[in-house]
Nanobody, 124 residues
């Protein structure tokens, strides 16, 4: 069973940057994609970015495109989310997720393993 542990959240001013990290362990051979989702208070969990192992392709939500970058280190079984030009509306709990699907869609149903989440707060 895959375990995911996120780190790197915190409080930052608008326009600032943060880098989230996610370390995967246990059954990592079955992971074909990793992604990041976020959930703001009172809202549903939403897709942020994903990195598919096959084809090494990345996808982003329109709201973060050009500001966030997902990357991975296969040797460390880790995935990262570099967040630049942060806005107050980026405030949320950010979750790392892993999928055993070759081509998961940008929704929570296609990701079967989840981390505990890390809080990101952007002040105006």
């Amino acid at each position: 069973q895959v375990q995911l542990v996120e780190s790197g959240g915190g409080l930052v001013q608008a326009g600032g940057s943060l880098r989230l990290s996610c370390a995967a362990s246990g059954g990592t051979f079955s992971i074909f994609a990793m992604g990041w989702f976020r959930q703001a208070p009172g809202k549903e969990r939403e897709f942020v970015a994903t990195d598919r192992r096959l084809g090494s392709t990345t996808y982003y939500a329109d709201s973060v495109k050009g500001r966030f970058t997902i990357s991975r280190d296969n040797a460390k079984n880790a995935v990262y989310l570099q967040m630049n030009s942060l806005k107050p509306e980026d405030t949320a709990v950010y979750y790392c997720a892993a999928s055993t699907k070759y081509f998961p869609q940008a929704n929570t149903k296609d990701f079967g393993s989840w981390g505990q989440g890390t809080q990101v707060t952007v002040s105006s």
